[in-house]
């Protein structure tokens, strides 16, 4: 089966969740017998990640605007027309923004199949307009997508409750648990020292509340332990680089967007993992903190409930003194803890992602 992805800025080590999504199912599906073109976007391009093929998934850059508001729209009309010269059995549109353009993939003749991620439309970055784009781009997928992959029970009720679709299918976004780093040359640089620092993970957009989670160790202070947050924003903005200026009058150690060993290491020596996200569809990087088998902290959005956490783990969304509280309770009596994660098996989700396209060419 070929199929040809968009929606996403792009693989490999490319910041975003979508993005981490992408990288770990599709080289999944192509050792499955399955042939995967992910479409990237070029400003996401550089000299070290200018390849022609990631895992045996062939990459394929094509134009996108360095500009928030219209990257995704500009990348996935661009998209969708090279995907129809490619003659995929199946195109997969990631995330409601790019979902807009579905009908006209569906004019060309193309199936497709959407992921939803999340109501992007709530995050705190977007202006009217965008909001508006947003929730277009929700209904037209919901209604013109053949086949409809929701991450989490509360995406699927929105499109229950909103559009009247009750045919989504529910796949999880996924882990692997890591093989810990016994390293610390990257921490010690940091200034860290292991199991003494608080860690966090994300992109410095507001939605994230990492400015909560600086006001809230203010609080702390003085204290044994550090924070380090871990992440960088996609487009710099004034809201990011105040944070970054919070985060450094505060003394809070900022790593910039890593992956790999320098990840592993922070993840592996870190005492405690905090989310105090406003919005999420369902956090990777919780998801990563728990197969590290870190004692976690997390905002009560709906998203971050998993059923594997403890009504201890939440604080008030949005509430700095509850999440201080919350951190010196935690930090206390700091502990690892093992987590059923089961559900979030990367080779059951490439399966059942199969399963979904294998779906669509026998009855459509």
């Known amino acids: 089966m070929r199929i040809v992805v968009t929606g996403t800025r ?3 080590e490319i910041q975003g969740g979508v993005e981490t999504h992408c990288q770990e199912l599709y080289p999944r599906l192509v050792a499955l017998g399955h042939e995967v073109t992910v479409i990237r976007r070029t400003p996401y391009i550089s000299e070290d990640n200018r390849i022609a093929e990631y895992k045996g998934v062939k990459l394929i850059d094509v134009y996108a605007p360095r500009k928030k508001s219209f990257e995704a729209i500009v990348h996935t009309f661009l ?6 010269k490619l003659n995929p059995d199946v195109v997969h549109i990631h995330a409601i923004g790019p979902a807009l353009l579905v009908p006209f993939a569906r004019l060309l003749g193309l199936p497709v199949v959407m992921t939803n991620h999340g109501p992007d439309y709530d995050r705190q970055k977007w202006g009217r307009l965008a909001r508006w784009m947003l929730r ?8 013109f997508s053949n086949r409809v992959i929701v991450i989490s029970k509360v995406i699927a009720g929105i499109l229950s409750d909103n559009y009247g679709r009750t045919d989504s299918t529910l796949i999880y976004n996924g882990v692997s648990r890591p093989k810990k780093s016994k390293s610390t040359d990257y921490i010690t640089s940091l200034g860290l020292q292991p199991g003494k620092y608080i860690v966090a993970v994300g992109r410095f957009v507001k939605e994230k509340g990492f400015h909560d989670l600086i006001a809230a160790y203010r609080r702390l202070q003085p204290t044994d332990y550090k924070l380090a947050i871990a992440g960088d924003a996609d487009h710099p903005d004034d809201y990011s680089e105040q944070l970054k200026a919070e985060a450094r009058q505060a003394g809070v150690v900022l790593t910039g967007f890593i992956r790999g060993e320098k990840m592993n290491q922070l993840m592996s020596n870190a005492a405690l993992f905090v989310i105090p996200s406003y919005h999420e569809g369902l956090p990777f990087s919780l998801l990563e903190a728990m197969s590290y088998d870190l004692d976690t902290i997390a905002s009560d959005i709906p998203a971050n409930q ?7 783990d939440f604080f008030p969304t949005g509430n700095v003194e509850a999440l201080a509280a919350k951190i010196t309770e935690k930090m206390k009596s700091p502990s690892s803890r093992t987590y059923d994660l089961e559900a979030y098996d990367w080779e059951k989700i490439a399966r059942q992602t199969a399963d979904v396209y294998l779906s669509l060419l026998k009855k459509e």
């Not at 277009?136 to 209604?143: C, K, N």
């Open 306 to 312: 998993l059923d594997c956490l403890n009504p201890s």
């Open 10 to 12: 792009g693989i490999p």
């Open 136 to 143: 277009t781009g929700e209904r037209l997928g919901t209604r």
């Open 79 to 84: 998209a969708i027309l090279r995907a129809r």
